[in-house]
């Protein structure tokens, strides 16, 4: 009886510490990036897109056999938003969707000179839009296509061989052994600009972002796992925090009160 608790206990530790499941940082491209992020207790899925800042670029995801497969779900870039739209096959725009359910969380030229942008957004798992995917916490993999253009434009046209199919994708599981960034803690939260970034692995930047997206500051870390921060002087209200290292990055939210 005593071996079949501890058996039942530790299942219920797995099941209730793994709460999230990502794509990690997938290289789509030379200058393309995406990862996905499932969260279970807020049923809400982010997504992280860089790519070239002259020029649409697009994702598309969910359950499909190709690209700009009739039906599946995309986002683009159009150089003021990310669209949410559908496919109506090869060789037809995308039509956009009348709701576009994804919130923007940041929007950063963080690479200037190499032109490239970061985008996060979120969204429900269920939007109550019939149009929209379903992202379901069960799935471990999900269907992955992108796409951009091949010169330096935002009008939707033939993007030659700027596009590849990433099916069955890999959902991996975030839990009590997470070792990525996306496992930072941060407190207190909210701060008076004094705060502590803990981490199970090495930081080395720490990039500063106000909630509209412009650039604050950056701070070196110096490759710590125990980061000190003092912002004090700041405004009153909500930053992201980009944390980096070599291979990997997280976005973080703080709230700076008095």
Known sequence: MKKTTLILLSLFTLVGFSQQKTTGLL???????????????SQTVTLTLTGPNDRWFALQYGSFNGGMESGADLVYWN??????ADHNGIGSTPTNDTTNNWVLVSNTNNTPSTGLRTLVYTRAFNTGD????????????IDLAWAKM????????YHGNNRAVLLNTPLSTLGVEDFSLNSAQIYPNPSNGNFTIESKTTVQTINIYSHTGSFVKTIDAKN????????EGLQTGIYLLEIKNETDSSWKKIIISE
């Open 27 to 41: 290289n789509l491209s030379s200058n393309t990036t995406a990862t996905m992020l499932l969260d279970s207790p």
């Open 79 to 84: 150089n003021v938003t990310l669209v949410e």
């Open 130 to 141: 019939a149009t929209d995917y379903v992202f379901n916490f069960a799935d471990n993999n």
């Open 150 to 157: 091949s010169s330096a434009t935002f009008a939707l046209s």
């Open 224 to 231: 710590s796992e125990s980061i000190e921060v003092n912002v």
